[in-house]
């Protein structure tokens, strides 16, 4: 298991900025990548970013330029983010923090949900005005 807690979640106006953060406890030498994922009412979960082991990113088209994924690593204890900026309100889904460890990694692709085995609870973002 790997607990994943995300925070940060909000409702903002579009033009504002977001920061989320997902806690985990895994030790960073274990994990394939790391993502965020997103889902909308009546959508589909759609890959949003994603970090790899090496530091290698991959975001979607929709927010190339405006999101920012990144990690914070501390010895059992680290937190990835994912900075938001200039939101729309296309951007409001339900925003979920996942995880792949090396050891049980199957690849479906990096935005793929299923290549992925461990998830956070979500943090919702809405982007209205």
């Known amino acids: 298991q790997v607990p994943l807690v995300e925070s940060g979640g909000d409702s903002v106006q579009p033009g504002g900025s977001l920061r989320l953060s997902c806690r985990y406890s895994?030790?960073?030498?274990?994990?394939?990548?790391m993502a965020w994922f997103r889902q909308a009412p009546g959508k589909e979960r759609e890959g949003v970013a994603v970090?790899?082991?090496?530091?290698?990113?991959?975001?979607a088209d929709s927010v190339k330029g405006r999101f920012t994924i990144s990690q914070d690593h501390d010895i059992g204890k680290s937190t990835l983010y994912l900075q938001m900026n200039s939101l729309k309100p296309e951007d409001t889904a339900m925003y979920y923090c996942?995880?792949?460890?090396?050891?049980?990694?199957?690849?479906?692709?990096?935005?793929?949900?299923?290549?992925?085995?461990?998830w956070g609870q979500g943090t919702q973002v809405t982007v209205s005005s």
């Open positions: 970090i790899e082991d090496d530091g290698t990113t991959t975001y």
């Open positions: 895994e030790y960073t030498s274990r994990l394939a990548c």
């Open positions: 996942a995880a792949a460890l090396i050891s049980d990694y199957t690849d479906y692709g990096l935005t793929n949900p299923l290549s992925y085995n461990y």
